[in-house]
């Protein structure tokens, strides 16, 4: 198993069933299936990240496994959203 580190540069959705996610890792081309709703969700561009994997036959790594750094999209998006909370929160 490979490991790799580096900072998030773009993500795409590139299939829906199954669901399949490119992402670009410094310079290193991604393709994420385990756990992509999960990563779509969370990671956005400019993240640090940390990955592990393989690297299959076209020269694209794939990976099991991931680790991100930072406020992930879902926290951003949580904190900024509009409704207020349920225990009484001053909105």
Not at 7 to 25: D, E, G, R, S
Not at 28 to 54: D, Q, T, Y
Not at 63 to 78: I, N, S
Request: proline share 5%.
């Amino acid at each position: 198993m490979i490991t790799k580190q580096g900072q998030i540069k773009k993500i795409k959705l590139i299939a829906t069933n199954p669901p399949l996610v490119y992402f670009q890792l410094g310079e290193e081309h991604c393709l994420i299936a385990r756990h992509v709703l999960n990563f779509f969700s969370e990671a956005k561009p400019g993240m640090k990240a940390i990955i592990w994997g393989h690297v299959n036959a076209r020269g694209q790594f794939i990976v099991r496994g991931y680790r991100l750094f930072g406020k992930t999209q879902l926290m951003v998006d949580f904190e900024l959203s509009p409704y207020p909370s349920r225990n009484g929160g001053s909105h």
